[in-house]
């Protein structure tokens, strides 16, 4: 009965069009009548103490540094390096996309943020030189949702703060999943772009990527600082957000020169707003997680799933088909928030390793972001392109199908992230 309280309350509100936030309290205080007893302070109390937390200082932080980025230069410059490198190669500003996506993964940790920023670069550049934008845009849309993997990674902050796991070690878990997610956009590119009838840009001489490394330097410091400092146990994944938020700001306004004193307000404003919405929704989804523990759903769970506790790769599949159909209609950050909580101490009872679970907990709700009918990363990309949905879809199927097999080799080889992952740290 617990179980269909929970589901049925919290469905039942979001078919009706409730923000997440207010559906998660409401179902928790439906528990709390389902267990016969109901107190608002307490449900105050959680919600405090479920905002109250250091970990959680990084999200402000992490997103003022995109803000930061964007306007400071450092984004630009990151996919101008990119472009004098690899451009002359035939479907080239395709990769330039990716190594774009990639080093701009390792310093902000937000797909949306990642992903307007290199649309709004290379998407009129790809259209000037003839590539199909609606192919175009698919792959920067699938290229951006690799920042969500490769640390700093925010879905995996709020993962770790829910399922009481190491960020650190999610971080370091990251990396080479990360860069797997790279290597299989390439490929799929590769395949791809044999339909894109476009002269490659001229190549460079060594004298202009020389300059464009030079003026790239301060942005490619960036990611080495944040993550060999964590790397080298000098700061806490919090405290990199806040070294990442400051070197953002300070190569902005004393190094670059485009950031001005006058820009500050407008980019903390945005950051702020932004970092409420987040909150709130954390706040509202540790109460229920609160109350989830209390009404002792987890045991439920684990009971129903019981046969599949002996089989843990077939446990593990089962688990990826429902994430990815609730990622079709819940954005990542919800989705962490109700089912982390719920699905944690289920793997755990099945001896599957928590942080690579984690991570493909993590890695299966960013790909939810590419697909209908919510894919928050899509519509991102069809307002930056001025396209419609339909044409995405159409772009950003290959890469949909291509993430799903390497899925499915996670599944199966989970040494894939467990080994790597054992290196790092």
């Not at 990642?114 to 920067?140: F, K």
């Not at 878990?173 to 956009?185: E, H, K, Q, T």
């Not at 919090?238 to 902005?252: H, P």
Request: charged share 10%; with cysteine; net charge neutral.
């Amino acid at each position: 009965m617990t179980i269909v309280v929970f589901l049925g309350v919290l469905l039942g509100l979001m078919a009706l069009g409730m923000p997440i936030a207010f559906a998660l309290i409401l179902t928790g205080v439906a528990l709390m009548v389902q267990l016969d007893f109901f107190d608002a302070q307490l449900v105050a109390q959680n919600m405090l103490a479920g905002a109250d937390n250091f970990p959680l200082m990084a999200v402000p932080f992490f997103l003022l540094a995109g803000e930061l980025m964007n306007a400071g230069g450092i984004s630009r410059r990151i996919v101008g390096l990119a472009v004098t490198l690899l451009g002359h190669i035939r479907g080239g500003l395709g990769y330039v996309a990716i190594g774009a996506a990639v080093l701009l993964a390792s310093v902000s940790g937000s797909a949306i943020a990642d992903t307007a920023a290199v649309a709004a670069l290379l998407i009129p550049m790809m259209r000037s030189n003839g590539y199909n934008v609606e192919r175009s845009s698919g792959l920067i849309a699938s290229a951006g949702i690799i920042a969500p993997i490769i640390p700093p990674s925010m879905a995996f902050i709020i993962y770790g703060v829910a399922t009481n796991i190491s960020i650190t070690k999610l971080f370091m878990a990251g990396i080479a999943p990360g860069l797997m997610m790279a290597v299989v956009l390439v490929v799929t590119w590769m395949w791809v772009s044999r339909r894109e009838n476009v002269a490659p840009q001229p190549r460079q001489p060594w004298s202009v990527r020389g300059k464009a490394t030079v003026e790239a330097f301060w942005a490619l410091l960036m990611p080495v600082i944040i993550i060999g400092g964590m790397r080298a146990g000098l700061f806490t994944p919090t405290e990199a957000a806040v070294v990442a938020a400051v070197y953002g700001l300070l190569v902005g306004l004393f190094v670059y020169r485009e950031l001005k004193i006058t820009d500050l307000p407008k980019l903390f404003i945005s950051a702020a707003k932004t970092t409420a919405v987040v909150m709130f929704l954390v706040a509202a989804a540790l109460f229920t997680s609160y109350m989830i523990t209390l009404a002792d759903l987890p045991n439920l769970v684990i009971g129903l799933l019981e046969p599949m506790l002996d089989h843990p790769r077939l446990l593990m599949a089962a688990i990826i088909v429902l994430l990815t159909l609730v990622g079709t209609a819940m954005d990542l950050t919800p989705t962490i928030l109700i089912l982390g909580p719920v699905m944690a101490p289920l793997v755990v009872r099945a001896g599957i390793d928590p942080v690579y679970f984690g991570v493909m907990f993590v890695l299966v709700g960013a790909v939810g972001l590419l697909t209908p009918p919510v894919g928050t990363v899509l519509n991102v990309v069809c307002g930056v392109a001025r396209i419609r949905m339909e044409g995405i879809i159409r772009g950003v199927w290959p890469y949909i199908i291509a993430y799903t097999a390497l899925l499915g080799l996670f599944v199966i080889f989970p040494e894939l992230i467990t080994i790597p992952a054992g290196w790092i740290n």
